[in-house]
């Protein structure tokens, strides 16, 4: 038999067979080998891992525009590390941060404290609307220093980013989104496909009633809003107006607890939940009941697993183990499961200083 195969004349339906199956970063790549392999790509509709990755970002290296990825249930299988590079992301990439994810787009906060929308396989980008768009009663002023002021107060970019809760939807098909984002417990703000400014979500008065804001999901249209009380707003977001929905979570379930760190998300039934934990121990998760007057002790998932960077669960599917819980927090990415309330380090980021910190995301691309 000849050694000499053309790949690049492979047959449509075998090649179909074969893109089908690789990850997404190999998957990305193969789009680029020929004008064939391209064609065949066009007719897979989209692709999607449907376990966790781990995006790592670059520290602040100038014209440096390039970041990783790590497939966690590869390394979980082979206990090895196998890291792929994603690049010509902007040179000034390494110095914004990432605030928020959805599929393969991630939410940038830049040095100017401005926000954008990347995606990192295709380097599709939207530019959103300026801060200091706002016409209602929150006013952002920029300033040269690359800080800014609002309503009179000032914010530095650093603090804003330790400070900011943030959610970001895109369609893939169509390219609409929808970003949240809250600077502290005081200030949330939105955008949308069409919107040429940010608009006020009030957090201290009308009937949204949310009493500040320190954890948002979204999910399903539904904007899910966990207030300084530790209870729950829930805002209907599939209108261009977000709407209050009167069927809140008014119940406290820690309020005679020591005020850890508390987040919240949403399970693919739309079931709530709460969670408190330390950096590396789960020392409580919540579920509310089906009629939102209680909350009650969670001893499991359910077949699914909790990505709490992303605010909600999926399915336990592909190796991923059931009652398992992802979770990162600046330089450290932690994964473990309900039934040990313990999370194991996936990865220390701090081991190598070209590198700042690390996100779980489940990567994702729809072929146009």
């Given at each position: 038999m000849s050694n000499n195969v053309n790949w690049s004349e492979l047959h449509a339906d075998v090649l179909q067979l074969i893109l089908e199956r690789l990850n997404i970063v190999t998957y990305?790549?193969?789009?680029?080998?020929?004008?064939?392999?391209?064609?065949?790509?066009?007719?897979?509709?989209?692709?999607?891992?449907?376990?966790p990755w781990l995006i790592i970002f670059p520290a602040g290296r100038p014209k440096c525009g390039s970041c990783l990825v790590l497939d966690f249930h590869t390394f979980r299988l082979t206990g090895k590390y196998k890291f792929y590079r994603l690049h010509n992301l902007?040179?000034?990439?390494?110095?914004?941060?990432?605030?928020?994810?959805?599929?393969?787009?991630?939410?940038?906060?830049?040095?100017?404290s401005s926000l954008y929308v990347v995606n990192v396989f295709t380097r599709e980008r939207i530019d959103l609307p300026p801060l200091e768009s706002d016409p209602g009663r929150?006013?952002?002023?920029?300033?040269?220093?690359?800080?800014?002021?609002?309503?009179?107060?000032?914010?530095?970019?650093?603090?804003?980013?330790?400070?900011?809760?943030?959610?970001?939807?895109v369609d893939e098909r169509t390219k609409r989104y929808i970003v949240v984002w809250s600077i502290g417990l005081w200030y949330m703000m939105y955008t949308r496909s069409g919107f040429d400014s940010w608009r006020e979500i009030p957090t201290r008065e009308g009937?949204?009633?949310?009493?500040?804001?320190?954890?948002?999901?979204?999910?399903?249209?539904?904007l899910y809003v966990l207030s300084?009380?530790?209870?729950?707003?829930?805002?209907?977001?599939?209108?261009?107006?977000?709407?209050?929905?009167?069927?809140?979570?008014?119940?406290n379930?820690?309020?005679?607890?020591?005020?850890?760190?508390?987040?919240?998300?949403?399970?693919?039934?739309?079931?709530?939940?709460?969670?408190?934990?330390?950096?590396?121990?789960?020392?409580?998760?919540?579920?509310?009941?089906?009629?939102?007057?209680?909350?009650d002790t969670?001893?499991?998932?359910?077949?699914?697993?909790?990505?709490?960077?992303?605010?909600?669960?999926?399915?336990?599917?592909?190796?991923?183990?059931?009652?398992?819980?992802?979770?990162?927090?600046?330089k450290y990415a932690y994964w473990g499961e309900v039934s040990t309330q313990e999370l194991k380090k996936a990865l220390d980021v701090d081991l190598n200083r070209n590198f700042s910190y690390a996100r779980w995301f489940i990567p994702s691309l729809r072929e146009l």
């Open positions: 990305v790549g193969a789009r680029t080998v020929c004008k064939n392999w391209y064609a065949v790509c066009k007719r897979i509709t989209s692709v999607q891992d449907k376990s902007g040179n000034d990439f390494s110095s914004h941060r990432c605030i928020a994810t959805c599929g393969g787009w991630l939410l940038m906060f830049d040095l100017r929150l006013r952002v002023e920029r300033r040269p220093d690359t800080n800014f002021i609002i309503n009179k107060s000032s914010v530095t970019t650093r603090n804003a980013i330790n400070k900011t809760n943030a959610v970001l939807w009937p949204e009633n949310l009493h500040g804001c320190q954890g948002i999901a979204y999910k399903d249209n539904k300084r009380q530790n209870q729950i707003r829930i805002l209907d977001f599939s209108q261009e107006l977000p709407l209050a929905l009167p069927n809140n979570v008014e119940e379930p820690f309020t005679n607890e020591k005020p850890w760190r508390v987040k919240i998300g949403v399970t693919a039934s739309e079931n709530v939940l709460m969670v408190k934990n330390r950096l590396n121990k789960i020392l409580k998760i919540l579920k509310m009941d089906s009629g939102r007057t209680s909350w969670v001893e499991s998932l359910e077949g699914e697993a909790w990505i709490m960077d992303l605010g909600v669960t999926i399915p336990a599917v592909n190796g991923i183990n059931p009652n398992s819980i992802y979770y990162s927090k600046d």
